[in-house]
Nanobody
Framework: VQLQASGGGLVQAGGSLRLSCVAS???????MGWFRQAPGTEREFVVA????????SYADSVKGRFTISRENAKNTVYLQMNSLKPEDTAVYYC????????????????WGKGTQVTVSS
C-alpha cells in the first residue's frame, strides 16, 4: 500500500483546508487515520475512520472543527479542517491500518510522506 497526501498549505487563522490522501492497493479493507507532527514534538493522533466509514474518532483538540471522510471508490480519504488555529501548524500524515482502525500510531502499517499545514495568526 502506498499513500500520497496532498492539500496542505499556508492559511490564516480561522481559515480552512482540505487534505486528501490517495491510496494504492486494497483500500476498502483499510482503516485510515491522520496524524500530525509539529517541530520538536512527537507525532500525534488527529482522527481515524473505519474501513466502511461508519466509525470515526477525533482528538479532543480538533473535535467540532475537523471532519474525516472517505470515498472507497476513489481510494481516497479526506480531512476537512475548518476554524484553523496556529497550533494546528504541523506536517500532516495519512496512515493505513490493516487491522481496522485505531488511535494509536503503532497500529498503522503504512504511512504517507506528509503534507505541511501552516496556520498564521
Amino acid at each position: 500500500v502506498q499513500l500520497q497526501a496532498s492539500g496542505g498549505g499556508l492559511v490564516q487563522a480561522g481559515g480552512s483546508l482540505r487534505l486528501s490522501c490517495v491510496a494504492s492497493g486494497t483500500f476498502g479493507i483499510l482503516g485510515m487515520g491522520w496524524f500530525r507532527q509539529a517541530p520538536g514534538t512527537e507525532r500525534e493522533f488527529v482522527v481515524a475512520i473505519s474501513k466502511t466509514g461508519g466509525l470515526t474518532s477525533y482528538a479532543d483538540s480538533v473535535k467540532g472543527r475537523f471532519t474525516i471522510s472517505r470515498e472507497n471508490a476513489k481510494n481516497t480519504v479526506y480531512l476537512q479542517m475548518n476554524s484553523l488555529k496556529p497550533e494546528d501548524t504541523a506536517v500532516y500524515y495519512c496512515a493505513a491500518d490493516r487491522g481496522g482502525w485505531s488511535i494509536s500510531r503503532d497500529d498503522y502499517e503504512y504511512w504517507g510522506k506528509g503534507t505541511q499545514v501552516t496556520v498564521s495568526s
